[in-house]
């Protein structure tokens, strides 16, 4: 069989002032037609996987655009309209195909499209017709929208925070829509709205036994796929929030059932998996509490991969004022300082200014008297469960007194993998404190050799303070703005 397969994926905060250029995109890299053999390991990785797994299978591939933007604000009009128009224009060149399965994010916003994922593939389905098999993979942090549902006959979430089961889910939609292709299956989808906003760890419970519980379901009574999709809580759209679906084979009923089941089921667990973020002051006296170490503090409110700058200093600020050494943190994005230690080299003591360039969110820059330890002219870092790295650029390691290091990436992205650190040398074993700019896509690499996982409520661009996002799109009828809102749409 042909499949078509292609990649555009970036998250979106559209509170972000900063929009996502094609700067953005070619960061990481756009390529077309070619990723999984010029990018096997970095954005090809989506690509790589299913080249092996169809071909392996002895299927054809048909391999469009793979581009990937770290998460700012609303995608350039020209921007999105383009990359859109290589997917569609490589679709029409490779028709008829047997199949279509693309690797969305679920939560991209562009100037004038607040569902861009939903107009992709409301197109492909203009394009493919009817009785072509189409299946969208999405990040878990996606915007579940009806257009989206009635273009495609599969969508297929994330069910893992951190995502260390993408692959896993490629697999899976693979899987459905091979059977569909050959006529085994009639995949239907219902999906209920859970009206909440927030963050849900699938880390720790319940949450991990809720994960747990759909995919027991999975692959009985007709039940093909279920998904929770969280929704990204910065992403001002009519159709945003937690929504969980079910997809069975032809039983629009038992569909129906099963998602409003769940769903509720999910609904009625609020109160033990909100966010469990502190106070910053509370997080370091928690920390600092504890025999042994490292104990890793999350700066959530300044993750990159939520739309953050990730060059705020209120966590550094305190560090210093309140005399906490023994201490890592990063990695902030500050080209200005890079260079300056790139030119001064391994060894040289410089007078630094750190961060607090971008914004408000960002505090004010910090001034230190640092030592270069460490340069890296193209850095990376992993994330366990994904074969693929991720790129961080040009990256330096700097120490300043007390024995307080801090990691500065040319690349923004969040810290998922301890050789972030570890790559450039810098041994985390011997330090009390492991600050690390991510919400929650660490945990995984980081949770092993930490003595404790701490989140702090830090100020930034993406403060879990979730019952006060000022959002002007959306209805403001959810948890936890609203105690009950299943009562009040009734």
Known sequence: MKFFVAQLATETNTFAAAPTGWGGFEEY?????????????GTGVFMRFMRDLLEGDGHQMVESLCAFAQPLGPTVRAVYEDLREQILADLRAAMPVDAVQLFLHGAMVAQGYDDCEG??????????????????????HCHFTELMRCSADVIIAFKEYPHIDGEARARELYGILLRTARGALRPTTAVFD?????????TREPMMGFVQRMQALEG?????????????PWGDVPESGAKLWVVTDHDPARAQALAEQ????????????????????????QALQLQG????????ADNPGGGAPGDSTFVLRRLLERGIGHAVIGAFWDLGAIQIC????????????VGGKCGPSSGDPVDLQVTVRGIAEQHSQSLPGVSGRFPMGLSVWVEAANDVHLLLASVRDQVMGTDAFTGLGLSLDDKKLVVV????????????????????????????SFATIPFKARDLNYWPRVANPHAAAA
């Open 437 to 464: 700019k991510s919400t929650q896509h660490f945990h995984a690499d980081f949770a092993p050799i930490a003595k404790a996982v701490l989140y702090a409520a830090t100020p930034g661009a993406v403060m879990p």
């Open 119 to 140: 107009d992709l593939m409301a197109r492909v389905r203009e394009i493919i017709g009817p009785d072509v098999p189409f299946g969208v993979e999405l990040d878990l």
């Open 29 to 41: 890299g756009i390529y077309r037609g070619d990723a999984s053999v010029k990018a096997p390991a």
């Open 220 to 232: 009985r009574d007709g039940v093909l796929s279920i998904s929770l999709g969280h929704g990204f």
């Open 262 to 285: 769940l769903g509720r089921e999910f609904w009625a667990l609020r109160a033990l998996t909100g966010d469990n973020a502190v106070p910053l002051e509370q997080a370091l006296d």
């Open 342 to 353: 790139r030119n001064a080299g391994v060894g040289a003591a410089v007078a630094l200014r």
């Open 293 to 300: 170490g490292p104990v890793v503090i999350a700066d959530v």
């Open 194 to 202: 859970c009206k909440m906003v927030g963050l849900w760890h699938t």
